[in-house]
């Protein structure tokens, strides 16, 4: 049976600990659905468009990643399009601690079959989250290798709009 693996996050922006993650997934499954989780309490700095465009951008060297959006219950959308794994990245205990109670109540909704695999982050990503590299790119600082390129210079040309 093939394994189709789900990595969801708000990517907001897609930093270069997801795409590390995102690429060893695919080694490990046969395919792996990026899928941009629409989170309509934040306040985002890029659309869900320009997320997905972003990230389909980095991602096309890779065969067998493809970018989506979920909105609504994870399981809900894991049950319907028919995903066996879904994969959780973590870099530190308290990213353990969230994880663990999100696998768990999704344990009880999703249908069987259905794992949870969690991979630890490169440890020179560690430190890296998303919220992280916008406020350090706002007050000036250099992220350079911290996130794609292509998307370092979107980042670069919103906050430009944005003064």
């Not at 991979?119 to 790119?137: H, N």
């Not at 980042?155 to 003064?163: C, G, I, L, R, V």
């Amino acid at each position: 049976m093939a394994t189709k693996a789900l990595f969801t996050g708000s990517f907001d922006p897609l930093t270069n600990g997801h795409l590390n993650l995102i690429e060893r997934a695919s080694v490990i499954f046969d395919e792996v659905t990026v899928a941009i989780v629409v989170n309509f309490s934040k306040k985002s700095m890029f659309t869900l468009e320009e997320r997905t465009e972003m990230i389909e951008e980095t991602v096309a060297h890779l065969g067998n990643v493809k970018v989506d959006k979920c909105a609504g219950l994870l399981a809900d959308y894991v049950n319907k399009n028919g995903f066996n794994v879904i994969i959780r990245g973590l870099r530190n205990g308290t990213d353990f601690d969230y994880e663990l109670q999100m696998q768990q109540m999704n344990d009880w909704l999703l249908n069987d079959g259905i794992e949870s695999v969690f991979l630890m982050t490169d440890p020179k990503y560690g430190f890296v989250s998303s919220s992280l590299m916008k406020e350090v790119l706002k007050l000036g600082g250099d992220i350079e290798g911290l996130v794609p390129d292509n998307i370092l210079k979107r980042m670069n040309d919103k906050f430009a709009e944005s003064k």
